[in-house]
């Protein structure tokens, strides 16, 4: 079964930093491009960023370059958000997705996606 | 960025009937290569998104075909022909014309009479 699994939920300060993950299993995990989308409570989808974890190229959305860095261990099939230090206004769900094939052909889409990483961030 | 307005930003629909969604993009999603960037995903009620359409009318595998997409350059609608109990939820468009620069709609919530 090809699925994208994230870690736990966070609870963070302001200031602190963090670095939470998504592991994908039952497909080639160098072959699909991995993105990050954030959900404010409430609120919307924003597409925050992507990485071909084949050869670490990544991409950020304007909106958040800089805010947030992008990465992936392909040794261990898993992509990585992290910020280095958080502010109350990325409290947010956060889901990883997973490009999508249809009729073997990539998509500029996403079809499998983790259940979410809840990120809090309260003093 | 390319900016995605949807309308309307809810719909209360009686089961049986039809749903229609529209959604403007602030620049043309039709590609040098052909294709127009702009799909639908469903996120129902505590869940994570799901794709329902790809490049404006391809339905996506297991999607049931009483889901439609329509549109061409800067103008898209879904179209949900007979609602289902189980089709409440947010429904987004989104463009990926640009790789570095995917945006989502702002969100249709439709929910059930």
């Known amino acids: 079964e090809v699925q994208l699994v994230q870690s736990g939920a966070e609870v963070k300060k302001p200031g602190e930093s963090l670095k939470i993950s998504c592991k994908g299993s039952?497909?080639?995990?160098?072959?699909?491009?991995i993105g990050w989308v954030r959900q404010m409570p409430g609120k919307g989808l924003e597409w925050m960023g992507i990485?071909?974890?084949?050869?670490?190229?990544?991409r950020y959305s304007p909106s958040f370059q800089g805010q947030v860095t992008i990465s992936a261990d392909k040794s261990i099939s898993t992509a990585y958000l992290q910020w280095s230090s958080l502010k109350a206004s990325d409290t947010a769900m956060y889901y990883c997705?997973?490009?999508?094939?249809?009729?073997?052909?990539?998509?500029?889409?996403?079809?499998?996606w983790g259940q979410g990483t809840m990120v809090t961030v309260s003093s | 960025d390319i900016v995605m307005t949807q309308t309307p930003l809810s719909l209360s629909v009686t089961p049986g009937q039809p749903a229609s969604i529209s959604c403007k993009s602030s620049?043309?999603?039709?590609?040098?290569?052909?294709?127009?960037?702009l799909y639908w995903y469903l996120q129902k009620p505590g869940q994570s998104p799901q794709l329902l359409i790809y490049?404006?009318?391809n339905r996506f595998s297991g999607v049931p075909d009483r889901f439609s997409g329509s549109g061409s350059g800067t103008d898209f609608t879904l179209k949900i022909s007979r609602v289902e109990a189980e089709d409440v939820g947010v429904y987004y468009c989104?463009?990926?014309?640009?790789?570095?620069?995917?945006?989502f709609g702002q969100g249709t919530k439709v929910e059930i009479k």
């Open positions: 039952g497909y080639s995990f160098t072959s699909y491009w």
């Open positions: 620049q043309s999603l039709l590609h040098s290569d052909g294709k127009t960037y």
């Open positions: 490049e404006v009318s």
């Open positions: 990485i071909y974890p084949g050869d670490s190229d990544t």
């Open positions: 989104m463009q990926s014309i640009q790789l570095q620069a995917w945006t």
């Open positions: 997705a997973r490009q999508a094939i249809q009729v073997a052909a990539p998509l500029r889409a996403f079809d499998i």
